[in-house]
DNA sequence: TATAAAATGTACCAAATGTTACAACCCGAT
DNA sequence: ATCGGGTTGTAACATTTGGTACATTTTATA
């Protein structure tokens, strides 16, 4: 049985009816999988051949290198689609090796049957573009990001972009660590590097809120 | 006048014939537009509405900050198209400014028209899904890149890599200054380490060519 | 309100890297 | 063969960051 109600939610679907859903699927080829907890859905370097959409259930995705260690996770719920950017390209295999938090199922569709579900419908051709698009997006962000050498140009670049032409204040949205995991680096360093630049007098902190206090001297910053 | 010649060697047009490519734009709305030497082409943070493809000359791409200053270079050639992962997604705005390095000739094709030509032709579409993912794809792996903390596990990374399963020797094609740039690290540095891991008797470095003599050592490193 | 858990601010030291400088080497052009 | 430019190896030193530890504050929950 597919959960429309959930599937219609995916950023696969996004944007059709229940109904629609259905319509669309009517014509095509399509698996729905169970897994325990536990169970490893996909191992890395599988071929990807198949969108895998989940509708019940999380999973969690973890890197191994050929060392054969995992390094790093990340947690996928329903109705997030796996690995969507993996279906093309020229690297047609899973990065990562897929395992079941609870009990998940998924509703795998293959290839060659997606291919006809983005001509016959135009609105799941652009909801998958945009998917793969907006992934590109992220990655190029991020790297752009990590390109700054120092904290202090990472925290500059993150501030001057949040806080756009007019705004002096920031507030943020996550914890202190979350940031540094996001900037790549040591909590405390991170701690210590805003502490500098507030008694500098570039920036105010107070809580999860940064007030930018000398915008010129934070551009100099990033011209290095 | 379109060049059919040159515009079916783009990734975009990959395995169509000139009259191939002549028959899916006749449906089509699109222009082509000449710039000089030196010319702006797109301003970065102008929304990107349209797909616009190289058919003569060559464009550099200038990633600029808020400051104002440029940051980083690339080189686009006919016939790639410019910042094609950026048609779609949330972020529809193009990341850089791209100016005609030469005379520069670019057939622009407006997004709903370009849409319109995945709908029409599966080739096109599967040629268009493949360069995003590809994209996509070659982020995800610098950006992995990027994550590993030392010197020692880049080097250990990209040398296993490149050598895959069976390979010991390592030719290295680029100059060890690119090498550390491509790392994002100093050359001096790069060299140092790698002077290190010889005398440790991981590696044996001749020239361009690099011997692996310890994996499980090398395996160790990324474990870490 | 009381209490535990999480988040934050700091300090110290060790490790890694950047910076600068210079010598040795290789390679191509004259 | 020789000269010069680019590449590589190495050293010494300054900076930056990571790691660990702990006190303090805030937040969540009973």
Redesign the interface.
């Known amino acids: 049985m597919i959960r429309l109600e959930i599937l219609c939610q995916s950023p696969v679907f996004r944007g059709l009816s229940p109904e629609g859903v259905q319509t669309s699927l009517n014509g095509i080829h399509f698996q729905v999988k169970t897994y325990q907890k536990g169970e490893v859905i996909v191992m890395g370097g599988e071929i990807c051949d198949r969108l895998l959409i989940i509708e019940r259930g999380s999973v969690k995705a973890e ?1 191994n ?3 054969g ?1 995992t390094i ?1 996770i990340e947690d996928l719920a329903a109705p997030q689609p796996l690995a969507s ?7 047609n295999r899973f ?1 990562v090796t897929v395992s079941a938090n609870t009990e998940v199922e998924l509703v795998s569709v293959p290839k060659a049957e997606f ?1 006809k579900l ?2 016959s419908n ?1 609105l799941i ?2 909801n ?3 998917i ?6 992220f ?6 990001f ?2 700054f050498r120092t904290i202090r140009q990472k925290i500059a ?1 993150y501030l ?2 949040k806080a756009g032409d007019r705004l002096q204040t920031v507030e943020i949205r996550q914890s202190q660590a979350q940031l540094a995991e996001m900037f ?1 680096v040591a909590r405390p360093s991170l701690a210590r590097t805003l502490g500098e630049m507030c008694r500098e007098g570039l920036i105010e902190t107070n809580r999860r809120s940064i007030k930018i206090l000398d915008k010129p001297r934070m ?2 910053l ?2 290095g």
Chains 1, 2 share one sequence.
């Not at 793969?132 to 997006?137: D, E, L, M, N, V």
């Open positions: 890197m290198d050929y060392s260690k790093k950017a993996f279906l093309f390209g020229t690297q990065p291919v983005l001509q135009s051709l652009d998958y573009l945009n793969i698009s907006t992934r590109a997006q990655l190029s962000q991020k790297l752009k990590l390109s670049h001057l972009e790549g551009d100099q990033l011209k």
